[in-house]
């Protein structure tokens, strides 16, 4: 990993607290009831990981895989799921955890697709938004960090799948993708 391609942006630290004050705050909103959260593969799973723990209450998870970006950094408009839940989420409450929101295009898909599955309630958290961006309008319960239109890896977030298991979240450099002739 070269570090000059990258700008530090939120820090380890910074999302280990935020996280935690996320969780209290899903903790007092769920008071009681099976609370079931659904992690999208691959970004959230770090997200997810941290968040669970950080609720002080029963929950169970499970995973969903969309796909709504090739290897760019632009999406490519069209979402399809990869995977699908291993149980069903009739009657449940039911929070989506992603680890950012850009068009919205990726989580106003997936949530009209589990309404259909008659949920009791279906909220979303989310560790970044990048209001910025918004094509397709979603409701977003838990916001961990509003960041600016700039594309961010680490924590998760990956380029072409690299960067995921960075500790921190980073800026990538601009014009970094056309400096790599394999891409
Ligand atoms: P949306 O459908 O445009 O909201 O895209 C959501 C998905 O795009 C996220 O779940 C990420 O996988 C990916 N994405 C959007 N912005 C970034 C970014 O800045 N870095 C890495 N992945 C991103
Ligand atoms: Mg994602």
Do not use: H, W
């Amino acid at each position: 990993m070269n570090d000059s391609e990258l700008r530090p942006l939120i820090s380890a630290e910074q999302i280990r607290a935020r996280v935690q004050e996320m969780g209290r705050q899903i903790q007092t909103d769920y008071p009681e009831g099976p609370l079931r959260l659904i992690a999208i593969l691959k970004g959230a799973c770090f997200f997810l990981s941290d968040l669970a723990r950080a609720i002080q209450r029963d929950v169970s998870i499970d995973f969903m895989g969309i796909a709504s970006y090739g290897r760019g950094k632009s999406s490519s408009g069209e979402v399809k799921v990869t995977k699908d839940l291993d149980n069903e989420i009739a009657g449940l409450d039911v929070l989506i955890v992603e680890d950012i929101v850009d068009t919205g295009i990726t989580l106003a898909y997936l949530c009209q697709v589990l309404q259909q599955r008659k949920p009791k309630t279906l909220r979303i958290a989310t560790l970044l938004d990048k209001p910025s961006r918004r094509l397709k309008p979603v409701d977003l319960a838990y916001v961990g960090f509003q960041i600016p239109d700039e594309f961010v890896v680490g924590y998760g977030l990956d380029y072409a799948e690299r960067y995921r298991n960075l500790a921190n979240i980073c800026v990538l450099a601009e014009g970094f993708e056309e400096a790599r002739p394999d891409e």
